[in-house]
């Protein structure tokens, strides 16, 4: 596992909240000590965590100050446990490690220093932190913004997809439709097939492609409806143009029987005999 | 420039309390012991025995003013950690009335480096907890204001152990982006 991997195992999340055995931490312990980045990256959610500790303070009553100072303090100079006011004795004092010597020198600044940037620096950290917030904000609703407008243009192709089929339910269900299959004539692949669904009231033709070949180059396929053995013209179309949807062809008031030939692209004024790919007559109904 | 005020300020008040200047305690109490009362209420939900902690704290606190090294992390992470380290014992040895669990500070209290100095106090808990799922909230405050592991988490509250870790993920991620740091 690579560290940017380890950091986003979600390993530090835990070991930062604690939730970790201590045989686990000391893991993340050793990889932040050979990597600066996981290091870094444990700052960061402790810095988070701490804010969402500091989220929640409570002021404590102003006459405890004075109560649990003294008690600091003169727990500290007695070296005694037991003189600690503390109902209960401190469990277990830690174990602390060892440090360099803290320098004693005396840097002469008043309290009164102190609680000016004291109180300076939380109300800037405050600042800081609403301005961020409202920051993360805007580019909140920006990116909803965004999400909005790709919602509807997604709406819009829908409804056109949606109504595009209910047109061609309407086709299909529509009592005055007939359907002529068609299909591979001799010598062609059997698998072709197209399918024309022709409405008597409205006379047009609507073509449904099951299966051609692709046109080659410069070619295209050309529907014809045949009535009393004549071939009337119904347009040019190529072999994945019903991929979606049905395609409204020519409009004829009746046909015996509808075929398609292999033209030039264009579309020819009579169709060339020797290029018939399918052929069908109406289904019985 | 807010950085550079922050550390030499923090710097100052670190030099002061490590020489044991009772003045510098009192600082202390005024900047922190409102974050480190209310951990102890989350901990606890019990304002008299998070009185008695926080009183056991900054006698720990002041105990151990010398033994801080602010090259080890900040003054609030030590203190955070000692407040929840001491709280974790202690409902730990409730918990497990026979079994004295006695975790050591050691490791646990400069486990984090740390950057951040003062926290203020102000930040909305609501704006805070409005950006956090309920489910993922619950397993950061009982991990960390409970003390809970992820395996007892798992156990105790009959949540899978993946979902315990992907929850704490997803509610960490959630905290850091609110208290992104300006850069």
């Known amino acids: 596992m690579n560290t940017k991997e380890y950091i986003e195992s979600g390993v530090i999340e835990t070991y930062v909240l604690g939730m970790l055995t201590d045989a686990e931490a000391s893991e993340v312990k050793q990889m932040a000590q050979k990597h600066p980045e996981v290091q870094q990256a444990i700052d960061e959610m402790r810095s988070s965590l701490e804010g969402y500790a500091t989220a929640h303070s409570v002021a404590p009553k102003p006459e405890w100050k004075d109560e649990i100072l003294a008690a600091a303090l003169a727990a500290n100079n007695s070296q005694s446990s037991k003189s600690s006011p503390s109902k209960k004795d401190t469990p277990n004092e830690p174990v602390v490690r060892t440090m360099a010597p803290a320098e004693n020198k005396r840097s002469g600044f008043s309290p009164l220093a102190i609680a000016a940037s004291v109180a300076l620096l939380i109300s800037l950290g405050y600042n800081a932190l609403q301005y961020q917030s409202i920051q993360d904000k805007e580019e909140e609703i920006s990116k909803t913004q965004l999400r909005v407008a790709e919602l509807e243009s997604e709406n819009e192709v829908m409804v056109a997809n949606f109504k595009d089929a209910q047109s061609n339910l309407e086709v299909l269900r529509d009592a005055g439709t007939a359907t002529f299959i068609m299909k591979a004539i001799e010598g062609r692949d059997p698998q072709y097939r197209a399918d024309v669904h022709w409405n008597s009231t409205s006379e047009i033709v609507y073509l449904d492609v099951k299966a051609l070949p692709d046109a080659p180059e410069g070619m295209q396929y050309q529907l014809w409806a045949l009535k009393d053995g004549k071939p009337i013209d119904m347009g040019v179309f190529n072999a994945d143009d019903t991929k979606e949807n049905l395609l409204a062809m020519g409009k004829v008031p009746g046909a015996d029987a509808f075929a398609v030939t292999l033209e030039k692209a264009g579309g020819v004024p009579s169709p060339t005999m020797e290029q018939m790919y399918v052929y069908g007559a109406p289904v019985a109904s | ?183």
Request: aromatic share 12%; charged share 25%.
């Open chain 2, 1 to 183: 420039m807010l950085d550079q005020s922050h550390t030499i300020t923090e710097a100052n008040l670190i030099e002061e309390f490590s020489a044991g200047n009772e003045a510098a305690l009192s600082f202390i109490y005024d900047a922190y012991s409102g974050a480190l009362y209310g951990v102890l209420l989350q901990m606890t939900r019990n304002s008299d025995l998070s009185r008695d902690l926080l009183q056991e704290t900054f006698i720990k606190i002041w105990k151990y003013h010398a033994k801080y090294d602010a090259s080890k992390g900040a003054l609030y992470t030590w203190m955070l950690n000692l407040t929840r380290n001491n709280c974790i014992d202690y409902l730990r040895s409730k918990r497990n009335k026979n079994q004295n669990q006695n975790q050591e500070l050691d490791n646990h209290v400069y486990a984090f480096e740390s950057d951040s100095g003062f926290s203020p106090d102000h930040i909305g808990l609501k704006e805070v907890v409005n950006s956090l799922p309920a489910e993922q909230k619950q397993v950061i405050d009982l991990a960390y204001f409970g003390g809970y592991t992820q395996k007892e988490i798992s156990e105790e509250f009959d949540i899978p152990l993946g979902t315990v870790k992907s929850r704490a993920k997803a509610g960490m991620e959630k905290l850091r982006k609110f208290f992104k740091p300006e850069n």
